[in-house]
Nanobody, 121 residues
Framework: QVQLVESGGGLVQAGGSLRLSCACS????????MGWFRQAPGKEREFVAA????????YYADSVKGRFTISKNNAKNTVYLQMNSLKPEDTAVYYC??????????????WGQGTQVTVSA
């Protein structure tokens, strides 16, 4: 059974930082990209970032470029999202997933349960 378990969410003031982790178990995702999505209250889930299996290629939503960094440790089957200069509009539930790209759009498979990130003004 595939499991993606996110951790690291919490409450932080605007301008602060958080680091999310996603531990993968149940299967290996050799050759797959891994990524993060988020869903704010009353909004649709949106793509945040993705990373290639090798870690050499990364993808970011325009809204987080320059502030968020995705990375991974294949030996630990873990994906990370370092979030700096957080803004109140970053408040959302953050999900780890296997991202699937359709042109300029992204969807996801094998979702985690999500971790709440709240940024206070």
């Amino acid at each position: 059974q595939v499991q993606l378990v996110e951790s690291g969410g919490g409450l932080v003031q605007a301008g602060g930082s958080l680091r999310l982790s996603c531990a993968c178990s149940g299967r290996t995702f050799v050759g797959y990209r891994m990524g993060w999505f988020r869903q704010a209250p009353g909004k649709e889930r949106e793509f945040v970032a993705a990373i290639s299996w090798s870690g050499t290629t990364t993808y970011y939503a325009d809204s987080v470029k320059g502030r968020f960094t995705i990375s991974k440790n294949n030996a630990k089957n873990t994906v990370y999202l370092q979030m700096n200069s957080l803004k109140p509009e970053d408040t959302a539930v953050y999900y780890c997933a296997v991202p699937v790209q359709y042109g300029s759009s992204w969807s996801g498979d094998y979702w985690g349960q999500g971790t709440q990130v709240t940024v206070s003004a």
